[in-house]
């Protein structure tokens, strides 16, 4: 890309007046280049403690909109003890660590967005504009979701959410990323547009099933529902349904 149509580029969309149309992966690393660093605080001890690392990421969204780059360092795990939905525009995310899906299920039956579309749930919905997600390979969402198949079993019931909702989005990139067992479906995008999917991996194993059985029910790997020009490429998957448009 010619140095001087990238620096323009970002300097538009950091003014809040965005070049049209689907942004190419070169202008999302330029923005990502030039934008304020928000990094946060190693989930770790949180982890260990099981306290909630959601108001930190919170607030690492809302001081990162409109122009930010937000950091989760690789080799750092954070706790996910509630629901979260973010709405940011013109935002890099270098997703390098984990978010980690707490194991209290009988919490979560009653802390999830209601998705009208099959009676279902979501734990983290993403709305929003011209947003980049890297997970370099190493960075992703746990989903815990063997807590879930170990007590459902074959039988899924109301609450079980979804690991990653993009709903309302425009202009969404997401690479080098990973969602391992999810508790219901991986990746869900409601009313997307224009957005680019790569390297994706998504693996649903219920490790206590017994040999022959199926635990990871309703673990479909990607889905979309009133979206349009959404791109998947380079997709691994290990569940029970890959995907449905």
């Keep these: 890309m010619d140095p001087n149509l990238a620096f ?19 202008d999302f690393l330029r923005l990502g280049d030039a934008a304020q660093r928000c990094g946060l605080v190693s989930g770790a001890s949180q982890v260990r403690d ?18 930010g780059r937000i950091v989760f360092p690789e080799g750092h795990t954070y706790w996910i003890a509630q629901k979260l939905n973010p709405v940011i525009t013109d935002v890099t995310v270098d997703w390098k660590g984990t ?12 802390n999830t967005y209601w998705i009208e579309f099959q009676n279902h749930w979501t734990a983290f919905a993403l709305s929003g504009q011209r947003i980049h ?17 170990n007590v459902e079993k074959t039988f899924t ?5 979804m690991a990653f909702t993009p709903w309302n989005v425009t202009d969404l990139h997401v690479e080098h990323f990973s969602i391992i067992d999810s508790p219901l479906w991986a990746l869900f995008i409601i009313n997307g547009t224009n957005s680019v999917f790569d390297d994706i991996v998504v693996n649903s ?6 040999w022959g059985t199926n635990w990871v029910q309703n673990t479909d790997g990607f889905d979309t529902m009133d979206s349009r020009n959404i791109s998947l490429t380079n997709f691994i998957y290990q569940g029970k349904c890959i995907l449905r448009p």
């Design 8 to 26: 323009n580029l970002t300097q538009n969309l950091l003014s809040g007046n965005p070049k049209s149309g689907l942004l190419h992966q070169d």
């Design 50 to 67: 099981k306290q909630d690392d959601v108001p930190q990421i919170l607030a690492a969204f809302k001081e990162c909109n409109h122009g």
């Design 99 to 110: 978010w980690l899906f707490s194991d209290d299920i009988e919490k979560w039956r009653n």
């Design 133 to 149: 997600i890297n997970g370099h390979g190493t960075g992703g969402i746990d989903g815990s979701g063997n807590s879930w198949y």
């Design 157 to 161: 019931q109301p609450g079980r959410p």
């Design 205 to 210: 194993t219920a490790v206590n099933a017994p």
